[in-house]
C-alpha cells in the first residue's frame, strides 16, 4: 500500500478530518442559533447527522494527529475495513439530511412565498451549505479510504 494525499497518517488525511469537524460543527452551530429549527424534522436530522459527523472525524482526526507524531502508517487490512464502512455510513447520513434540510429550506422559504423571518432563514441556507461542504469532504475521505482498501 502506497502512501498518497488523504490517507490516514498523513498531513492531508489530517486536514480532511479537521475540515470535516469544523464545517459540521458550523452547521450545528448555524441552525442552532436560530429559535425554531425545532419545527422541522429535517432541520433536527441535520443536526443528529452533523452530531455524528462530529463526533467520528474527531476521533479520526485525533487517530492521524498520534500516527503523525509517532510517523506510524494506519493501512492495517482491519483499521481500513473500519474506516470504510464508518467513512461510507456518516457519507451517506451526512448526504441524506444535507439534502432533506436543503429540500424543506427551498419549499418554505421559496416555494411557499418569502420568509417572514429573513435572519432565520439565512442561518438555514448558511448551515445546509455548511453540511454539504462536510459531506464534501467526507466523501472524498470515503473514495480515498475505498481506494486504499482495494489497493492493498
Not at 497518517?9 to 425554531?36: D, K, N, Y
Given at each position: 500500500?502506497?502512501?498518497?494525499?488523504?490517507t490516514?497518517?498523513?498531513?492531508?488525511?489530517?486536514?480532511?478530518?479537521?475540515?470535516?469537524?469544523?464545517?459540521?460543527?458550523?452547521?450545528?452551530?448555524?441552525?442552532?442559533?436560530?429559535?425554531?429549527?425545532?419545527?422541522?424534522?429535517?432541520?433536527?436530522?441535520?443536526?443528529?447527522?452533523?452530531?455524528?459527523?462530529?463526533?467520528?472525524?474527531?476521533?479520526?482526526?485525533?487517530?492521524d494527529?498520534?500516527?503523525?507524531?509517532?510517523?506510524?502508517?494506519l493501512?492495517?487490512?482491519?483499521?481500513?475495513?473500519?474506516?470504510?464502512?464508518?467513512?461510507?455510513?456518516?457519507?451517506?447520513?451526512?448526504?441524506?439530511?444535507?439534502?432533506?434540510?436543503?429540500?424543506?429550506?427551498?419549499?418554505?422559504?421559496?416555494?411557499?412565498?418569502?420568509?417572514?423571518?429573513?435572519?432565520?432563514?439565512?442561518?438555514?441556507?448558511?448551515?445546509?451549505?455548511?453540511?454539504?461542504?462536510?459531506?464534501?469532504?467526507?466523501?472524498?475521505?470515503?473514495?480515498?479510504?475505498?481506494?486504499?482498501?482495494?489497493?492493498?
Open positions: 500500500m502506497r502512501d498518497f494525499a488523504g490516514p497518517g498523513t498531513l492531508t488525511g489530517l486536514a480532511l478530518r479537521l475540515l470535516q469537524c469544523v464545517f459540521a460543527a458550523g452547521s450545528i452551530a448555524a441552525m442552532t442559533t436560530t429559535a425554531r429549527f425545532f419545527n422541522f424534522t429535517a432541520f433536527c436530522y441535520l443536526i443528529a447527522s452533523m452530531g455524528l459527523q462530529i463526533i467520528w472525524s474527531f476521533g479520526l482526526t485525533l487517530l494527529a498520534y500516527a503523525l507524531v509517532r510517523k506510524k502508517t493501512h492495517n487490512t482491519v483499521m481500513l475495513i473500519l474506516f470504510v464502512v464508518g467513512d461510507w455510513v456518516t457519507a451517506i447520513l451526512s448526504l441524506a439530511a444535507a439534502s432533506a434540510s436543503a429540500g424543506i429550506t427551498v419549499l418554505y422559504f421559496y416555494d411557499f412565498g418569502s420568509c417572514s423571518f429573513e435572519r432565520e432563514c439565512q442561518k438555514y441556507q448558511m448551515s445546509v451549505a455548511l453540511a454539504f461542504f462536510s459531506w464534501i469532504t467526507i466523501a472524498i475521505s470515503s473514495l480515498i479510504m475505498l481506494w486504499l482498501l482495494a489497493a492493498g
